[in-house]
């Protein structure tokens, strides 16, 4: 994609109304945390979750060699000419060196555990890798594929098969025919498509004409306790179908003649498979929305554009359903397996994980995130009327709808109740959206708002075993 001018350093942000949002937003953030790890010893409540919840895993100190490389990543993010020096690279070496540092930082965190911790959670039962490899016909696969969803079903799927649509598992099966099935060579290869997540995002405001925005939320996108699920989760690869497909849409957007629509088909292909490899994912029409609304042209050019990806979308989910696989088909199938007797989310208390939920997203996405989100609302809906949409600047145009879509999307998610638990992996695809309030908050909570990311991550790598 060809780079987008320089656009006018964003406007500063440092104002007491800003100020005052950020440190509501951070108190809310801190209270929801404590009490979704509170709640269950203090009350006794068996939330099904283990003994960190509401993260799924224990608590475990430990370190390791490479402890020492993520220490040192979070001490360089406060050197004070760190901000300088991603705004005056070079744009297309800043989106290489995000990836790198992406991938240096999930993989100093996932070796605390050994090199086991790079990838080998990728082959247990429940998980993708061991189906995939028993795969030999990948048509009857996708014909058979929902009658083998429910719990009573005979040979019915693995946990992470049933619970999702088949395009996650045909990943892993394209890593199997490419000789990469073993979780040794399929774990890397998952940290490097997770470590394009910060540049994507990036790549989606640029197109937007906010390649200074961009600039200020790169670090954040990049160092942050989400790498800790990152580095291990399939869905780190779902995060980044979805980034790149906002990335093509809003490339469309900006492009002109025949390539735009080239983009907006593409952009549709990678959309529509964000659907096929997560029943959650279909709520990424709400960030398709907020693409849409941000590209600076006429009403009737974005809708031309959101048409033609629409149908590019459709037309993978036809696709999978004339080859034996129906969405609409399986997700209700799916939906009673989720709720019958004995089942693990069954026994889950609806009550606790409302807000549960909402505690790990923040300890997934870190404590920047609810204070970001916190600093933007006044200025997010200022957006929202037709003339505070008019004085705001470029910047603010671009990521405030993309902020509130992701916001959105985890109201949905969090109040379908087909989430308790688990949320800090299967929401990962929401983190990096969510954090573009950062770029609402004062100038001030930058440089140390980055550090407490990094420290919050070193803390969760190093006293949480989570089963990812």
Not at 14 to 31: D, F
Not at 134 to 140: A, L, T, Y
Not at 320 to 346: I, K, M, N, Q, T
Not at 380 to 397: D, H, K, M, Q, T
Request: with cysteine; hydrophobic share 60%; aromatic share 8%.
């Amino acid at each position: 994609m060809a780079s987008a001018p320089v656009t006018t350093r964003p406007a500063s942000t440092a104002g007491t109304r800003t100020g005052r949002g950020a440190a509501w937003g951070l108190a809310v953030g801190v209270l929801v945390v404590a009490a979704a790890f509170l709640v269950p010893p203090l009350t006794g409540v068996d939330v099904v979750a283990g003994r960190a919840a509401p993260l799924i895993g224990d608590w475990a100190l430990r370190f390791g060699p490479s402890s020492i490389v993520a220490v040192a990543l979070v001490v360089g993010s406060a050197h004070p000419g760190l901000r300088g020096l991603v705004e005056r690279m070079p744009w297309r070496r800043l989106l290489l060196a995000s990836w790198v540092v992406a991938a240096v930082w999930m993989v100093s965190l996932a070796l605390v555990d050994g090199y086991a911790g790079l990838g080998r959670v990728l082959d247990h039962g429940t998980e993708y890798l061991q189906s995939a490899r028993q795969v030999d016909d990948v048509g009857e696969m996708l014909r058979v594929y929902v009658s083998r969803i429910p719990l009573d079903a005979p040979h019915h799927w693995a946990v992470h098969l049933a619970g999702h649509p088949p395009g996650a598992v045909l990943l892993f099966i394209g890593l199997d025919r490419l000789g990469l099935g073993a979780w040794q060579a399929a774990g890397p290869v998952v940290v490097a498509v997770a470590a394009t997540v910060p540049a994507a995002v990036a790549v989606t405001l640029d197109r937007l004409g906010a390649r200074d925005a961009a600039r200020r939320v790169l670090p954040f996108l990049v160092l942050g306790p989400a790498a800790v699920l990152m580095a291990v989760s399939a869905d780190a690869a779902f995060a980044a179908t979805l980034a790149w497909g906002a990335a093509g849409l809003a490339a469309a957007g900006a492009a002109r003649g025949p390539r735009r629509w080239v983009l907006a088909v593409v952009a549709g292909l990678l959309l529509g498979w964000c659907v096929m490899e997560s029943y959650g994912l279909v709520l990424v029409a709400l960030l398709a929305v907020g693409v849409l609304v941000a590209i600076d042209r006429s009403w009737r050019e974005r809708m031309a554009v959101g048409a033609v990806a629409a149908v590019a979308a459709a037309g993978v989910a036809l696709g999978f359903a004339a080859l034996g696989f129906a969405w609409w088909e399986a997700f209700p199938v799916l939906h009673d397996r989720y709720w019958v007797a004995g089942d693990v989310a069954s026994r889950r208390p609806a009550w606790y994980w409302v807000f549960g939920n909402l505690g790990a997203v923040v300890v997934c996405a870190g404590l920047a995130m609810p204070a970001g989100i916190g600093a933007a609302w006044r200025p997010v809906r200022s957006v929202a009327g037709a003339v505070g949409r008019a004085a705001s600047p470029r910047w603010e145009r671009a990521a405030a709808p993309l902020l509130a879509a992701a916001v959105a999307m985890v109201v949905v998610a969090d109040g379908s109740l087909m989430s308790k638990a688990e949320v800090e992996r299967i929401w990962l695809p929401f983190v990096p959206w969510l954090l573009l309030g950062v770029l609402w908050l004062p100038p001030r909570w930058w440089r140390w708002g980055l550090v407490g990311q990094g420290m919050l991550a070193l803390l969760l790598q190093h006293l949480v075993r989570t089963v990812w």
